[in-house]
């Protein structure tokens, strides 16, 4: 059940957790930081120190992974290309089971709330990878539009990016209407 590709994992294997939590702690070396910016697509990723704990929830077959990530990513500026450092401490809490029917939504048309909680991650032989989770809620807090102090668009770019396109006189867009005729359509039969 290997990560293709992935050079850095840290499994946990969980198949055995009882009433006591089982705890995870590491540091990753300077390899390990540079495969999983690869996985991120950021530029570098300076430290990442991560450890947490993961305990049975409930009567069911749920386990809870409640951690705490410290990283330093750098990302390219959106505007310049400049590399963009930003501080990651984050607490997080995810929800796996054993069971891959939990797994499955029971309504065709689900609506998600952002107050609920996801769907639990499926275990597979037993073990979690802990870097692929950590790797996840990295990719959550990293700033999506990061951009270097003081980088600004050019005048040219900007009037590109900000204001419409003047239309020509005389030209009028074209506009497809892809179900104009259904109501034609409708009444013949």
């Not at 055995?16 to 991120?40: C, G, H, I, M, Y």
């Not at 309504?107 to 989770?133: F, H, M, R, S, T």
């Amino acid at each position: 059940m290997q990560d293709a590709g992935a050079a850095f994992v840290k499994w946990l294997k969980v198949d055995r957790v009882k009433r006591e939590p089982l705890t995870f702690s590491f540091a990753a070396d300077e390899q390990e930081r540079s495969d999983l910016a690869n996985r991120l697509g950021i530029l570098e990723l300076k430290s990442l120190e991560a450890s947490g704990e993961i305990k049975r929830k409930g009567a069911r077959d749920l386990l809870e992974l409640t951690g705490r990530i410290k990283a330093e990513a750098v990302q390219a500026c959106v505007v310049s290309l400049e590399p963009v450092p930003q501080e990651i401490e984050e607490e997080f809490s995810l929800c796996y089971t054993f069971n891959k029917e939990d797994t499955v939504l029971e309504e065709a048309e689900y609506v998600v709330n952002k107050n609920e909680e996801d769907l639990p991650e499926l275990v597979e032989g037993g073990q979690i990878d802990l870097v692929l989770a950590v790797a996840e809620q990295i990719a959550l807090a990293l700033d999506p539009y990061p951009r270097a102090e003081g980088a600004e668009l050019s005048g040219e770019m900007k009037k590109h990016l900000l204001e419409p396109e003047d239309e020509v006189e005389g030209e009028t867009e074209e506009v497809y209407k892809p179900f104009a005729n259904l109501k034609d359509l409708l009444n013949r039969k």
